[in-house]
Structure formats: C-alpha cells, structure tokens
C-alpha cells in the first residue's frame, strides 16, 4: 500500500506531466530503438539491443512508480488550511535559537521539496519536527549534531 501524499495543483500537475512524458514519448523511443536492434541480428550478441531492453525495464519500474505516487496523491485545498499550526504547505519562518538566524521554509510532499527554492519535505527532520507547532512556540528537532530549537516566527499560506 503506497502512502498518501499531499500536493499543490502545480505540484500535482508537474507529476502528472512526467507521467504522461514517459508514457507518450520515452516508451515508444525505447520501443522503437529495440525494434531497430532486433533487425540487426543476432540477438545473443546483439549490445544495442540489451541496452534498450534494460533502458526499457528501467522507464516501465519508473512509470509504475509515478502511476503509484499520482493514485495515492491528494490535492490540498489551500484555501481550507488553518494558519494557526505548521501544517503541509505552510510557509514557515523559524529563528535558530542558538544564532538567531532566521530562514523561511515552505513544508511540501516529498517530490516537490527542492532546498534552494525554500522547499523542504513534510518528511525531512525539519518539517516534521515543525508540523503542528503554533506562533511563539519552540520546536525541538533532532539533528546529527545534536537538539536544534527553533522558534516559530510567522506562519503563512502562499
């Protein structure tokens, strides 16, 4: 049983185009390119035409894999979520208790998560020691280095 998932319409919508990419595109390539290696011959030795049966055995486990994430995905009605705790697609601004230094992250399902833009996973250490906390509390979560505490600044929804 795959594990539900939460996701933004863009987010959803992205995952939905890789889907339909691979399945519209890649595999006729690939189906193409192993047609192509079989007409030269012997199979047995034929280095093409495993190579684009390999290439065909990898993109099939990649499209069931989509198919499962795009069946147990779930859109999230921004407009239903409480700003009052840190909840999935909040956009939270922590202060470092230690340095007082401040970042803003937006928790998001896991293959929307992309660090540079602020994205961080629900299922990081991050998102979910932050999940649930309100305004002004203190979330402590576990690192390699030992307990970080942040404080919750601001919650917001984007």
């Known amino acids: 049983m795959s594990k539900v998932s939460y996701y933004t319409k863009e987010g959803l919508k992205k995952l939905k185009d890789e889907l ?3 399945e519209n595109v890649e595999r006729p390539r690939v189906s193409n390119a192993i047609a192509e290696a079989r007409d030269k011959g012997d199979l047995s030795e034929n ?6 049966k390999e290439e065909q055995s990898l993109l099939e ?4 894999q989509l198919k499962n994430v795009v069946a147990s995905a779930r859109l999230i009605d921004e407009s239903q979520l409480d700003t009052s705790k840190v909840l999935a697609l909040s ?3 922590i202060k470092n208790t230690l340095n007082n230094m401040e970042f803003t992250y937006t928790l998001v399902a896991d293959s929307e998560a992309d660090f540079k833009a602020g994205k961080i996973s629900v299922n990081s250490p991050i998102g979910k020691g932050l999940l649930g906390h309100k305004v002004g509390e203190i979330a ?8 970080m505490k942040f404080e919750i600044l601001e919650i917001t929804r984007e």
């Open 91 to 93: 956009t939270v601004k």
């Open 61 to 64: 486990f990649k499209i069931a």
């Open 140 to 147: 402590e979560i576990s690192a390699p280095s030992g307990i």
């Open 20 to 22: 339909a990419q691979l």
């Open 47 to 52: 280095a093409e035409y495993h190579a684009a």
